[in-house]
C-alpha cells in the first residue's frame, strides 16, 4: 500500500496567518493517464470529511481561493492563507492513483 | 443534489456479521463510471478506504480486509450495501459512504454524514 505521512500532526495558528502542510508519498502518485491523483478533505468538528482540493490543486466549487494545493510526484502541500475560524478541524491528505486509496494521518489545525 | 445516508445496528458483538446500506440520491450508480465507495474512521483516527462497488457492477477490495468484505449495490441503483464477516472491537468505528466519479482517482466529491458502529459483547 501506499504510505501517504503527512506533517505536522498539529498546528496552532491565530486568525489571518497562513499554513503550510505536507503530504509525502511512498510512491510517485503518478498514473497511467498522466494525471496526478492527490486530494486533501476537511473534516470540520463533529462532521464528515468534505473534499477541498482535487489533483493536486483543483479547488472544490466553493472553496475559498485562500487554499491552493501544489506539489508533484511524492511531495504535495497545501497552503492556507489569512486562515479564518471556519477552517479549524483535521486536513487530511488522500491518494486516489493506487488501489487500495490511502490517506495520511491528519493534520489538526486549531487556534492559538 | 447529490446526498447520501448511511445506516446500521448501530451496535453488535464480536463474531457477527455487520451489515451497511448506503442509500443515495441526486445521481445513479447506472450512470457510467460512477462509483461508490465506504470509508471507516476509528474514534480520533484517521481514514481507511474499505471498498467500492463501480456503475458495471465491478467490485473493489482493501485487500487488507477483503476476505471479509461483499459491497453489492441493489438492482434499483440507489443502494449500496456492505458486509463484513467475523466483526471484532477493531471493527468499531464511523462508517463512512462517498461517491466517485471515475475509478481509480480517489475524487470522492460527496460523502454522507456516516454511521457508528461499536462492536462490544
Known amino acids: 500500500d501506499v504510505v501517504m505521512t503527512q506533517t505536522p500532526p498539529s498546528l496552532s495558528v491565530a486568525i489571518g496567518q497562513s499554513v503550510s502542510i505536507s503530504c509525502k508519498s511512498s510512491?510517485?502518485?503518478?498514473?497511467?493517464?498522466?494525471?496526478?491523483?492527490l486530494n486533501w478533505l476537511l473534516q470540520s468538528p463533529g462532521r464528515s470529511p468534505k473534499r477541498l482540493i482535487y489533483q493536486v490543486s483543483k479547488l472544490d466549487s466553493g472553496v475559498p481561493d485562500r487554499f491552493s494545493g501544489s506539489g508533484s510526484e511524492k511531495d504535495f502541500t497545501l497552503k492556507i492563507s489569512r486562515v479564518e475560524a471556519e477552517d479549524l478541524g483535521v486536513y487530511y491528505c488522500?491518494?486516489?492513483?493506487?488501489?487500495?486509496?490511502?490517506f495520511g494521518a491528519g493534520t489538526k489545525l486549531e487556534l492559538k | 443534489q447529490v446526498t447520501l445516508k448511511e445506516s446500521g445496528p448501530g451496535m453488535l458483538q464480536p463474531s457477527k456479521t455487520l451489515s451497511l446500506t448506503c442509500s443515495f440520491s441526486?445521481?445513479?450508480?447506472?450512470?457510467?463510471?460512477?462509483?461508490v465507495s465506504w470509508i471507516r474512521q476509528p474514534s480520533g483516527k484517521s481514514l481507511e478506504w474499505l471498498a467500492a462497488i463501480d456503475w458495471d457492477g465491478d467490485k473493489y477490495y482493501n485487500p487488507s480486509l477483503k476476505s471479509r468484505l461483499t459491497v453489492s449495490k441493489d438492482t434499483s441503483n440507489t443502494q449500496v450495501f456492505l458486509k463484513i464477516t467475523s466483526v471484532d472491537i477493531a471493527d468499531t468505528a464511523t462508517y463512512y459512504c462517498?461517491?466517485?466519479?471515475?475509478?481509480?482517482?480517489?475524487?470522492?466529491?460527496?460523502w454522507g454524514q456516516g454511521v457508528m458502529v461499536t462492536v462490544s459483547s
Open positions: 462517498a461517491r466517485e466519479i471515475v475509478m481509480p482517482t480517489g475524487d470522492l466529491d460527496y
Open positions: 510512491q510517485s502518485l503518478v498514473a497511467s493517464d498522466k494525471n496526478t491523483y
Open positions: 441526486g445521481f445513479s450508480l447506472s450512470t457510467s463510471g460512477m462509483v
Open positions: 488522500l491518494q486516489g492513483t493506487h488501489l487500495p486509496y490511502t
